[in-house]
């Protein structure tokens, strides 16, 4: 079985900064994708952000040039640094892995969610 575990939740002012990070444990064969998921109050969950076992990123426009993903494969975690925040990316954030397990199962996990709030 696969968990997950995000960190980093935070109040922060506009302009400033954050870095969530998530870190998976269990029985890990592989991480294909690795991704960040955000759901503000009242609106559907939206990609953040994504990064394939090879390295590859895609992010959504809203976020482009103000947010890196990044995942470091030796610790099994994935991040999310945040720059130039703005007060429309208040929202709970959410890390999503696909992959296999050791039993070479597909898996698709979800963390718990963590608070990002912005404040102007």
């Known amino acids: 079985q696969v968990q997950l575990v995000e960190s980093g939740r935070g109040l922060v002012q506009a302009g400033g900064s954050l870095r969530l990070s998530c870190a998976a444990s269990g029985s890990i064969f592989s991480m294909t994708a690795m991704g960040w998921y955000r759901q503000a109050p009242g609106k559907q969950r939206e990609l953040v952000a994504l990064i394939t076992s090879g390295g590859s990123t895609n992010a959504a426009d809203s976020v482009k040039g103000r947010f890196t993903i990044s995942r470091d494969n030796a610790k099994n975690t994935v991040y999310l640094q945040m720059s130039s925040l703005k007060p429309e990316d208040t929202a709970v954030y959410y890390c999503?892995?696909?992959?296999?397990?050791?039993?070479?199962?597909?898996?698709?996990?979800w963390g718990q969610g963590t608070q990002v709030t912005v404040s102007s």
């Open positions: 999503n892995i696909k992959g296999r397990d050791s039993r070479l199962v597909f898996y698709d996990i």
